[in-house]
Antibody
Framework: EVQLVQSGGGLVQPGGSLRLSCAAS????????MNWIRQAPGKGPEWISY????????SYADSVRGRFTISRDNAKNSLFLQMSSLSAADTAVYYC?????????????WGQGTLVAVSS | EIVLTQSPATLSLSPGERATLSCRAS??????LAWYQQTPGQAPRLLIY???NRATGIPARFSGSGSGTDFTLTISSLEPEDFAVYYC??????????FGQGTKLEFK
């Protein structure tokens, strides 16, 4: 069974930093692209970052580019999101998500989500 | 970036009725469209991919159709557990990946 277990998150002050983690099991982690998706309260999902299976190709949404860094450790079956210069607009539930397959970039498996709240 | 517009924003129906949800794209999607279901406090669940393919374990009452810029999710006979928020999503060849703003399916 595919499992994505997230950790990190919480309350952070504006301008602060936070690191999210996503531990994968039940599949060959090194074979799949991974993504971070967030959902602000009462809003639809927003894709924010992608990393290829090898980690050599990375992409970000304009809303987080230059502030967030995605990475992965295939030896430890783990995905990370380092977030900095956080503002209230970054308040959301953050999900890690695995694609269905290399050619079918739909979000097949999701972590349980972790709330990031940016407030003073 | 492709913009996806879902309608209606809210759909009020009763169990047993047929639900028809719409997703319109700002440009042709080559059938690269998915539908997700989200219940409160849960992550979205993939229902349909590439316009009409049901994901593993999704009941046959869920079906997808459409082409070009207009797509539809149909639930043939609503069950109580189907009342949720539904999102469409386009899988472009490169990021960013767009989501619609959602349709809330509520009890009438």
């Amino acid at each position: 069974e595919v499992q994505l277990v997230q950790s990190g998150g919480g309350l952070v002050q504006p301008g602060g930093s936070l690191r999210l983690s996503c531990a994968a099991s039940g599949f060959t982690f090194s074979s799949f692209e991974m993504n971070w998706i967030r959902q602000a309260p009462g809003k639809g999902p927003e894709w924010i970052s992608y990393i290829s299976s090898s980690g050599t190709s990375i992409s970000y949404a304009d809303s987080v580019r230059g502030r967030f860094t995605i990475s992965r450790d295939n030896a430890k079956n783990s995905l990370f999101l380092q977030m900095s210069s956080l503002s209230a607009a970054d308040t959301a539930v953050y999900y890690c998500a695995r694609v269905l397959s290399r050619s079918l970039r739909y979000f097949h498996s999701w972590g349980q989500g972790t709330l990031v709240a940016v407030s003073s | 970036e492709i913009v996806l517009t879902q309608s209606p924003a809210t759909l009020s129906l009763s169990p047993g009725e047929r639900a028809t949800l719409s997703c319109r794209a700002s440009q042709s999607l080559n059938n690269y469209l998915a539908w997700y279901q989200q219940t409160p406090g849960q992550a979205p669940r993939l229902l349909i991919y590439d316009t009409s393919n049901r994901a593993t374990g999704i009941p046959a009452r869920f079906s997808g159709s459409g082409s070009g810029t207009d797509f539809t999710l149909t639930i043939s006979s609503l069950e109580p557990e189907d009342f949720a928020v539904y999102y469409c999503q386009h899988r472009s060849s490169v990021p960013p990946y767009s989501f619609g703003q959602g349709t809330k399916l509520e009890f009438k």
